[in-house]
């Protein structure tokens, strides 16, 4: 089994920095490609960042491209999400993600979710 919990989470102004962590648990986080989504309120959650399992490989959805950095530490068993330059349209609930075989941009293709972390981006 393999769980996960974001943190980082919180209000922050138009212009600024968060830094959102995900902490997973199991010995086989190295081997699993990792992601992150976000959902607003009254929208579809949708694919923010990826990267596969040896961090050699990200993706990310163009509306964060250039801002948002994804990394991973697998000593650690912690995944990162690096958000610069937020925006109020960024305000969402993130939430991290796993898989084993691939990194997808539907949600529903993941195995495993943490309960989301809440970002606010006020203008």
């Known amino acids: 089994q393999v769980q996960l919990v974001e943190s980082g989470g919180g209000l922050v102004q138009a212009g600024g920095s968060l830094r959102l962590s995900c902490a997973v648990s199991?010995?086989?986080?190295?081997?699993?490609?990792m992601g992150w989504f976000r959902q607003a309120q009254g929208k579809e959650r949708e694919f923010v960042a990826g990267?596969?399992?040896?961090?050699?490989?990200?993706y990310y959805a163009d509306s964060v491209k250039g801002r948002f950095t994804i990394s991973r530490d697998n000593a650690k068993n912690t995944v990162y999400l690096q958000m610069n330059s937020l925006k109020p349209e960024d305000t969402a609930v993130y939430y991290c993600?796993?898989?084993?075989?691939?990194?997808?941009?539907?949600?529903?293709?993941?195995?495993?979710w943490g309960q989301g972390t809440q970002v606010t981006v006020s203008s």
């Open positions: 993600a796993a898989d084993p075989t691939r990194i997808r941009q539907v949600a529903r293709s993941w195995d495993y």
């Open positions: 990267i596969s399992w040896t961090g050699g490989s990200t």
């Open positions: 199991g010995r086989t986080f190295s081997t699993y490609n």
